[in-house]
T-cell receptor, first 115, second 116 residues
């Protein structure tokens, strides 16, 4: 079966613009995570969905960031009024359920560049 | 809160030599520990995980790691490096309970270079 897919693979935008990043998890996976990976750093947790609801959004850096998962499958990460500091690779991962010992399957990421 | 420290942002070995990538963690509760590998332009792939069963964990591609509670370490090893092992490796920790839901805390990564 298909793995986690993310679109677009690359996104270049100008400071102040709005962007949407999409994640298609593995079919049947109820747990979905977003992480952000800045250059030279490990991924950092942003938000976790169990089904349609965001169970933990403690990693979102500020209120310009929010994410949705309206039907419990595809998720969209939305960034308003982008800033140059938002430039990073945004990773999505899914898992059979949100458990500390379950494997998370990662997508290839979306590289966001804010000019 | 938990954290992970990977000692050495870059490690270089000769083909056929031992690979040792270091990872130390900090956690106030028993952790679950993971090693992921990231090849260029690809997603993170799980190499192995420790979930409180055997302390010596064997993973894919000949890698293994040993959980040492007394040293709070989970170092990754491979007896003989292959050129195809060149990639970036991440150690990560997760804990059970509370609002964790399995979210991973990653180290900064170690880039492994293998030269002929």
């Amino acid at each position: 079966g298909a793995g986690v897919s993310q679109t677009p693979s690359n996104k270049v935008t100008e400071k102040g613009k709005y962007v949407e990043l999409r994640c298609d998890p593995i079919s049947g996976h109820t747990a979905l995570y977003w992480y952000r990976q800045s250059l030279g750093q490990g991924p950092e947790f942003l938000i976790y969905f169990q089904g349609t609801g965001a169970a933990d959004d403690s990693g979102l850096p500020n209120d310009r960031f929010f994410a949705v998962r309206p039907e419990g499958s595809v998720s969209t990460l939305k960034i308003q009024r982008t800033e140059r500091g938002d430039s990073a690779v945004y990773l999505c991962a899914s898992g059979a359920r949100g458990s500390s010992y379950n494997e998370q399957f990662f997508g290839p990421g979306t590289r966001l560049t804010v000019l | 809160a938990q954290s992970v420290t990977q000692l050495g942002s870059h490690v270089s070995v000769s083909e056929g030599a031992l690979v040792l990538l270091r990872c130390n963690y900090s956690s106030s509760v028993p952790p679950y520990l993971f090693w992921y590998v990231q090849y260029p332009n690809q997603g993170l792939q799980l190499l192995l995980k420790y979930t409180s069963a055997a302390t010596l964990v064997k993973g894919i591609n000949g890698f293994e790691a040993e959980f040492k509670k007394s040293e709070t370490s989970f170092h990754l090893t491979k007896p003989s490096a292959h050129m195809s092992d060149a990639a970036e490796y991440f150690c990560a920790v997760s804990v059970e309970g509370g609002t964790s839901y399995g979210k991973l805390t990653f180290g900064q990564g170690t880039i492994l270079t293998v030269h002929p």
